[in-house]
């Protein structure tokens, strides 16, 4: 995304930065926001040849020539550099580190699931742990959504089914594939797990509905709607395909899912609450050749063989130092975390109620106590990062 | 150059693999030799755009899918691997150790003169140290060379002087310019110092010649056409111009010197038996767009930005492992290695008397103790790596 809409959000810099005396600086990841190389994003979308250097490890090189030359023209080559990101932004954090240590003297990866690649985690892990957020808040909850894609369906295939899966969700459009439904909740669920935080938590906004519909009715799709209502805010109708729209962002970042990061989600057991859906890496391929063109390839082992992944605890125990892994357990990607201490230097910060990226975002005066916490304990790390590199210097 | 030069000269890995129960493996680097990116050497050499894809960071990510597949393909996944190289080979050799830990356990880097970069070391580190080399073989033999070079262009100048100078020196064809001679010997000397290995010790070769001449004339191209003779045993005539032509693998390295490994090498100072010819980066870009084309831009910054090199020992004490940096400190290039240990796992190996990539190299009966003993460290060191591998596996 362009880095605009991380500048609203990810206020950690700016809450700590004047505390740190530091200067903050964000970089926009090339081919997103206004960065566009080939002096356009139409020429730089145009063709796969031009989207060739869109890669996570070009725009790692952007950023160490961004950073050196800041340093040279503030004559501030001494200064210790510090990196930050949240989810993929995390994942280059720590990339950053390992690969330009002469540059960043430490790294905070924020939800960075750097280990979602290839076999390292199950490929389910996400769903799984989604599946864990709704059942913690309901049971009930959890078995009605489990129940629903089956009701779904067998509406669907009624006659006036659509009609009335239109209506009960009071779509703007009417339905006209049950997959249609299914793929928005599918998605909406995922989305309130993975951004469960205070002071909304849309996971218990869902599931109370769906427990309080369920005092009043049997009937699943009413409890399913309740809880889609209930998240969405009263509307005249809803739009479905709401946010669909493909713009660059989109397209580039499905570029990188296809050719760079290619993380192997799939619902491949009938264990979540989700409708079983492997991950099949032929049909992947398929839908990446479908949006680009019949050359596009996903490279699944790319991302382990150019920064690893497999074995990280005994690859990095005796190589590389100063990063903070830290992640919210009940953010479904924290499955792909690193969620032990790797060295006295490599460390994992956990909060079992923290959601995705929630600590690098602004702090408030509403954060629970273990919000205020684990900023905390990040900023002890960094001030001793600090004493050391100076102490060394 | 291509991989197939490197397998008649560095033994190293043929000689100990069998102790090691190693498999070896060479890999060309893209661009040299037969491996040709865009299907031939004709099409990847066609333009900049082909060239484009032609880097050090391109090399090592080559290195990285090659190895990968490779332990995949043989299920050797968790077989410890260990890469060498020499000179630039030795640049690669330690950068993968650093990127790509993963997959190397460890490095090692002959001659590898990672710091001859920006303003680390003086640009003219490479020739006062080949200087050096001839001032230890001979104070008289230092002196007449530093004096030819006016002498040469003295007797250029003068009526007949040109055909004084082929005679003198034998050339097949006239000398047509003084600076032909000059950089002729310029570059003999250097090579000289840089290979002065056993058991032909060329600069010996040189200075002995040059010595012998000098109890019987007092004449400084005499001399000098002694020692030229005498390194090249005696030809009915000798052809300045040999091994000049432009082959792809030469013109691979201009470009990689061009805009990826900008090295500034220089003779700024009077204080080496060379003339003074300072480094000039306008002058630098103006040749390389005279090789290629006008948008070709040297990238003096590259390689410290993306690998580092500033203040090494501070920035690797913690971080890094397992890179053994072997220096002969004969060889002018060592002004440019890492002659101190960074950590106990990043160690320097340096040999007084050593010349370029000489432990790398085939071992041999008549190698001199000094020599055998180096490498006997070096696969000390390795071996102990290896040990403490297996016991985290």
């Not at 067998?154 to 793929?183: H, M, R, V, W, Y």
């Not at 769906?210 to 799709?221: F, G, N």
């Amino acid at each position: 995304q362009p880095i605009t809409n991380d500048l609203v959000v990810a206020g950690f810099l700016n809450d700590n930065a004047p505390d740190f005396k530091a200067l903050t600086i964000f970089i926009e990841h090339r081919y997103y926001g206004e960065t566009a190389p080939f002096g356009s994003l139409d020429k730089a979308f145009d063709n796969t040849n031009n989207l060739g250097y869109f890669t996570s490890a070009q725009a790692l090189a952007d950023y160490a020539e961004v950073l050196m030359s800041l340093k040279k023209n503030l004559s501030a080559e001494s200064c210790p550099v510090i990196v930050m990101g949240g989810s993929y932004g995390g994942m280059l954090a720590s990339w950053f580190r390992l690969k330009y240590p002469h540059i960043a003297m430490g790294a905070l990866a924020s939800s960075a699931p750097i280990l979602y690649f290839e076999d390292i985690v199950p490929q389910d892990i996400y769903y799984v742990i989604a599946t864990n957020d709704f059942k913690e808040a309901s049971m009930n909850c959890y078995k009605t959504i489990r129940k629903s894609w089956s009701t779904i369906d067998k509406i669907a295939s009624q006659a006036n089914g659509f009609s009335l899966l239109s209506k009960k969700f009071k779509t703007c459009k009417p339905i006209s594939d049950s997959s249609e439904l299914k793929n928005y909740l599918d998605s909406m669920y995922n989305k309130a797990a993975q951004y469960d935080a205070p002071p909304g938590y849309p996971v218990n906004q869902i599931c109370d509905a769906i427990d309080k519909a369920s005092k009043t009715t049997t009937d699943t799709l009413s409890r399913i709607a309740a809880g889609f209502i209930a998240l969405n805010g009263k509307q005249k109708c809803y739009d479905l395909q709401a946010g669909n729209s493909l713009t660059y962002d989109k397209l580039g970042w499905y570029w990188q899912t296809c050719t760079d990061l290619v993380i192997p989600m799939g619902k491949n057991r009938d264990n979540t609450m989700f409708p079983v859906a492997p991950y099949n890496l032929n049909n992947y391929t398929k839908s990446c050749q479908a949006i680009f063109d019949d050359t596009v390839k996903a490279r699944p082992h790319w991302i382990v063989n150019e920064f690893g992944g497999h074995d990280i605890k005994r690859v990095l125990k005796k190589f590389g130092s100063n990063i903070i892994f830290s992640n919210g357990l009940r953010d479904p990607y924290s499955g792909g975390g690193v969620l032990q201490n790797i060295s006295n230097t490599l460390v994992a910060i956990k909060a079992a109620k923290g959601s995705h990226c929630l600590d690098i975002q602004y702090s408030s005066k509403d954060d629970p106590i273990w919000l205020t916490k684990m900023r905390a304990s990040i900023i002890k790390i960094m001030k001793d990062w600090l004493a050391e590199y100076y102490k060394m210097l």
